[in-house]
């Protein structure tokens, strides 16, 4: 399939790599690049619906399950290799954050071997608190 690098996916992109640390919904990009003065035309929400797919497809962005009735949430890969750890995603604040991959293969190896579960690791995603938000005792699991 063929890849177009156009003006409104550029900024996109560039919205999603000033904030590298957090998983966005499609409504919280649109928001963001509105009321950010570094994009002077964001493009608009139904443009960023049809551009994520094909940033995840690229492997530019990875895509986060929303669950229980909650949106998708899309975060810039970085570089960093995402399919050789598990992701942990803070409910309070809405950072996502990489465990390491020697952590990572530890739990995995633990399932296989006490279940026999093979993890998917490029898609695993724990859910709870960072410790900011832990330690603001703001927020419940």
């Known amino acids: 399939m063929a890849t177009y690098n156009t003006q409104q996916k550029k900024e996109l992109m560039d919205f999603l790599k000033k904030h590298p640390e957090r998983a966005y919904t499609i409504d919280d990009i649109a928001e963001g690049m509105k009321t950010d ?6 493009p608009g929400k139904s443009t960023i619906y049809r551009l994520m797919p094909g940033l995840a497809e690229e492997n530019l962005v990875k895509c986060f399950s929303g669950g229980r009735g909650t949106k998708a949430s899309y975060q810039i890969i970085g570089g960093e290799s995402c399919h050789f ?4 995603k803070c409910t309070g604040c809405g950072r996502l954050l990489h465990m390491s991959d020697e952590d990572s293969r530890f739990i995995a190896d633990s399932l296989m071997r006490a279940d ?6 490029g898609r695993a995603t724990l ?15």
């Open 37 to 42: 003065p570094d994009f002077a035309n964001p």
């Open 85 to 88: 750890h598990i992701h942990l």
């Open 116 to 121: 026999g579960f093979r993890l998917d690791m």
């Open 127 to 141: 859910f709870g608190l960072c410790r900011s938000c832990a330690e603001k005792k703001e927020h419940r699991i």
